[in-house]
């Protein structure tokens, strides 16, 4: 029997999959402080954590992502948590996947470590097998706990996204879906990593490297960027695309992050992205459950040209 993950990438052939919303911003909403850690909630705060898949659920995801993104040793370690890796991660995705109904996935989300190997001068700050074991890590836990595939996400360093892929690659077996932040660089008009690297070249590295699906979230563009990033992508690989970018810019009022994109001005992008050709959407920082259900009834009534 083909697995969840197998079947998931099947569909999206004929398909087009509706990712879930920030969960960092619902977080905060349920009291996480700045400096907590948002991954020990998947044991002091699991009913949080399940009320968000099932909200996002409700909404009309079709896959959700595990409270994991900052669950790799180096970023749990500081909060003194390095040795939780594997529990606080084989957590989130029982807790995701006990709302989780079938023909729905649970993606296990893996974000940036905060620092990069020593073999990317001159940055790197850790030896590169360290580095490496910090993905295999929390990969082999997430798919141990169940995950139906992973979700390499938010990464800005085209290296680090590369071991994270090919860690992931040689430790499980699970689909891997990689997708980078890109900055808009209002005065050219263009969409560069951090590290300069474009659209095409991100595509191309990312298939390279091993991924099943490749793509943009977060970012600082929104949805008319990502349609355009999605369309450069589409050239230069074979693989399905996924987008899910942030809910506008985030602005500081009153000592909290708000972002400037309401649920139907965010969907009214979609269609461009989907024109584009992503196969997954959904939506990163800013983003709340509305806005997934207005995103849902665009992908729900969109058709191929
Ligand atoms: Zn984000």
Redesign the pocket.
Known sequence: MASRGQELLERLRTEVLVLDG?M?TLLFEAGLRGGDCPELWNETHPDAIREVHRAYLEAGSDIVETNTFGGTRLKLAAYGLGDRVRDLNRLAVEIARSVCPPGRYVAGSIGPTGHLPDTVEPLGDVPLEEFRANFTEQAVALAEAGADLLAI??MMVPEEAQIAIRAAREATNLPIMCTM?FKYGREKGIDRTLWGSSPAEVARFLTDAGADIVGC???EGGPDRAAVIIREMRDATTRPLAA???AGLPRLVDDRTVYDLPPDEMAAGYPAILDAGARIVGA???STPAHIRAIAAVVSVWRPR
Do not use: L, Q, R
């Open positions: 920030a960092g996400e938010t932040f979230n977060c970012g899910y970018p942030n990163c920082c800013g």
